[in-house]
């Protein structure tokens, strides 16, 4: 599965994705990616699958699009 990644989370990993196996839910999800990218576990992020914010009991097949969005602010 692949994990898209903006703004500050692309720069704090030094990539725009990450190739990760496919967990069976989002907040599985979110354990992987902040034990493997230990960068990302402090860091305040949202996950979207399928261009919608998911919450972590969403389940995964691994075919879906998966983005971890950080906060956002503007005026």
């Known amino acids: 599965m692949q ?9 704090l990993v ?3 994705a990450l190739d990760v196996e496919a ?3 989002v907040g599985e999800l979110v354990t992987l990616l ?5 960068a990302l576990a402090g ?3 949202r996950v979207a ?3 919608t ?3 972590l009991d969403q389940s ?11 906060p956002v602010s503007g005026g």
């Open 3 to 11: 994990v898209l990644l903006f703004a500050s989370l692309a720069e």
């Open 14 to 16: 030094g990539s725009r």
């Open 23 to 25: 967990p069976a839910t």
């Open 34 to 38: 902040n034990s493997g990218w230990p």
């Open 43 to 45: 860091q305040s992020y």
């Open 49 to 51: 699958v399928d261009q």
């Open 53 to 55: 914010y998911a919450g």
């Open 60 to 70: 995964l097949s691994g075919a879906e699009e998966v983005a971890l969005i950080p």
